[in-house]
């Protein structure tokens, strides 16, 4: 595996030929560029979004030139704050031309999933997402070890099955008692 940071793993956004798909499989990040929107949110007070513009502007670059865009968050009910959250951030994600689904834990055996966050792109490449301690975004180590694509296929196959798409996970009765 290589460890991809800063423009090196942003380059697999833009090299990727048709689809990209990112298993989240943490309850809460605590990434330093989060933190004042997150705490904007647990206080009640209006957020512009603007922290979120680049990567709202890379989707929709992407899906616009006709790649897919695929997510899955597996999250614990009842929800806590960072999936609430979560939420209501991916209304902006899914506006974008994200495909977001959410896959309440108590719903796959643990033995389905990975225990990393990972993004696999055109079936072929896998990059685990790196955290520091402190909950910095360090990049990616990526591989295309083929038994390793070929389990995290697997592992995003089975979750997309059972994921619910976002207003129907909305309506659900998992975000009723979060």
């Known amino acids: 595996m290589n460890l991809l940071q800063g423009e090196a793993f942003d380059k697999l956004f833009h090299s990727f030929k048709h689809a990209a798909f990112h298993l989240e499989?943490?309850?809460?990040?605590?990434t330093p560029e989060e933190s004042v929107?997150?705490?904007?949110?647990?206080?009640?007070?209006?957020?512009?979004?603007?922290w979120?513009?680049?990567w709202l502007a890379l989707i929709r670059e992407v899906t616009g030139g006709g790649k897919r865009v695929t997510r899955a968050r597996v999250v614990t009910v009842?929800?806590?704050?960072?999936?609430?959250?979560?939420?209501?951030?991916?209304a902006h994600n899914i506006a974008a031309g994200e495909d977001i689904r959410w896959l309440p834990r108590h719903l796959?055996?643990?033995a389905e999933l990975t225990t990393d966050d990972?993004?696999?792109f055109d079936d072929e490449r896998v990059a685990f997402t790196v955290f520091e301690p402190g909950g910095r975004f360090a990049g990616g180590?990526?591989?295309?070890?083929?038994?390793?694509?070929?389990?995290?296929?697997?592992?995003?196959?089975?979750?997309?099955?059972?994921?619910?798409?976002?207003?129907?996970?909305?309506?659900?009765?998992h975000t009723s008692s979060a």
């Open 78 to 90: 009842p929800h806590g704050d960072y999936t609430r959250w979560g939420l209501t951030v991916a």
């Open 25 to 30: 499989v943490q309850d809460s990040y605590h």
């Open 108 to 110: 796959i055996d643990p």
């Open 141 to 173: 180590a990526v591989t295309t070890d083929p038994v390793i694509v070929a389990h995290c296929r697997a592992v995003r196959d089975r979750v997309w099955q059972a994921a619910i798409p976002y207003r129907q996970y909305l309506a659900s009765e």
């Open 52 to 54: 979120h513009a680049p």
């Open 118 to 120: 990972y993004w696999l």
């Open 37 to 50: 929107p997150f705490r904007l949110f647990l206080t009640g007070q209006p957020d512009d979004f603007a």
